[in-house]
């Protein structure tokens, strides 16, 4: 069965793996990232968890259920995790407008955990379409990319946060 399910793996499928896990890879060691790519790899990772979900659900009965749990996930984890402070390691420079971080486990598994959920469901679906239209599938699926989402989002606002603070204290000098 397993070889049955990656034989009819699209080949984007792989490469889109490959390059998560190299993107996710890569912030394992310590670094510096522009605030405009601090901000590009979190958008881009609700919008593909809004992608499977709307793909999966959307043109179902469970739509709307589907969102709203992926909603309320996204914004309790995105309250939750812009509360916490960051690593004392972290700094910004606002004259290069670069972040200075150590390397951290959680964007890979982040990213795997959203490509993993995204995968898993498009398998499930294609073996059984009728769970596109079960209410508790949907949300709670939904509910799993909400909350990826909700802490991709709240780890770019605590940047963007220490961001604003320094080019405050900047200015303000």
Known sequence: MLI????????????????????????????????????????????????????????????WLALAGWGLAAAAALAFVAR?????????EPASRRFHQPGSWVPLALMMGIFATKYAVGVLLAMHPELAHQGGFATGISTLYGLFSGIFAGRALRLWKLALRRHAATVAA
């Not at 889109?16 to 790519?37: D, E, I, Y």
């Not at 916490?84 to 910004?92: D, E, M, Q």
């Open 4 to 63: 049955q399910i990656l034989t009819h793996t699209p080949a984007w499928v792989f490469a889109l793996f490959a390059l998560l896990a190299w993107m996710g890879a890569r912030q394992l060691v310590a670094g510096s990232t522009h605030l405009l790519r601090a901000t590009a790899m979190p958008v881009a990772m609700v919008a593909l968890a809004i992608y499977g979900v709307t793909g999966a659900f959307g043109r179902s009965d469970a739509g």
């Open 84 to 92: 916490l402070p960051l690593h004392p390691a972290v700094r910004y």
